[in-house]
């Protein structure tokens, strides 16, 4: 059974940083891309960094600089640090799986296993 499960979240202030885990089961990573992406209230869920099978990675431009995408194989865990935490960062947190056979992307589209999230709220 192929299932992600995503912790780490929680409440920060303004400038702190937290590290979110996503630990993958029944997933071979040779086949898989692995994303990270949030959705805020109100909001389409939106990519922000994705590590292809390869090791190449994206990263949005609306994070670029304040995030690192990250993996530990042996562990079958995707990681995601973020720094200098902004109040528009607050949202729901989700690890995604695709198909690495597709388009390299951080587009929802292309990944068709989610994990049911991990709520990051930030505070001024």
């Known amino acids: 059974q192929v299932q992600l499960v995503e912790s780490g979240g929680g409440a920060v202030q303004v400038g702190g940083s937290l590290r979110l885990s996503c630990v993958a089961s029944g997933i071979t990573y040779s086949t898989y891309c692995m994303g990270w992406f949030r959705q805020a209230l109100g909001k389409a869920r939106e990519g922000l960094a994705a590590l292809h099978n390869d090791d190449s990675t994206l990263a949005a431009d609306s994070v670029k ?43 929802t589209s292309a990944y068709t296993i989610w994990g049911q999230g991990t709520q990051v709220t930030v505070s001024s």
Request: proline share 2%.
């Open 65 to 107: 600089g304040r995030i690192t995408i990250s993996r530990d194989i042996a562990a079958n865990t995707l990681y995601l640090q973020m720094n200098n935490l902004k109040p528009e960062d607050t949202a729901m947190y989700y690890c995604g799986a695709g198909s690495s056979r597709g388009l390299f992307t951080l587009r």
